[in-house]
């Protein structure tokens, strides 16, 4: 596993914008990708955005597409996840994610959208 450490949450309002940051602690290997799950307030968790390592992004919550972007620099063992035009329904708790064997985990930022 590979410690991965989150920031870049806070309270905001609809229409403001975050970027989230995620730090790993070693580098990945090309195999494994990385990803932002939101879990809101009695709610699963569900997949936000995932990057594999070559830069290819997908976005499976429709909610959020052309609104959030991820990104990754593999030299610098980061992943970002750039939210623009915020709505209430992003509100929760941010976790980043790689598919290491196990699956590595961060301790979640919360985002919390409100007027």
């Known amino acids: 596993q590979v410690r991965l450490v989150e920031s870049g949450g806070g309270l905001v309002q609809p229409g403001d914008s975050l970027r989230l940051s995620c730090a790993a602690s070693?580098?990945?290997?090309?195999?494994?990708?990385m990803g932002w799950f939101r879990q809101a307030p009695g709610k699963e968790r569900e997949l936000v955005a995932a990057?594999?390592?070559?830069?290819?992004?997908?976005y499976p919550d429709p909610l959020v597409k052309g609104r959030f972007t991820i990104s990754r620099d593999n030299a610098k063992n980061m992943i970002w996840l750039q939210m623009n035009n915020l709505i209430f329904e992003d509100t929760g708790v941010y976790f980043c994610?790689?598919?290491?064997?196990?699956?590595?985990w961060g301790q979640g930022t919360q985002v919390t959208v409100a007027s």
């Open positions: 994610a790689a598919t290491t064997s196990p699956w590595s």
């Open positions: 070693t580098a990945l290997f090309p195999m494994d990708a």
């Open positions: 990057i594999a390592y070559n830069g290819y992004a997908n």
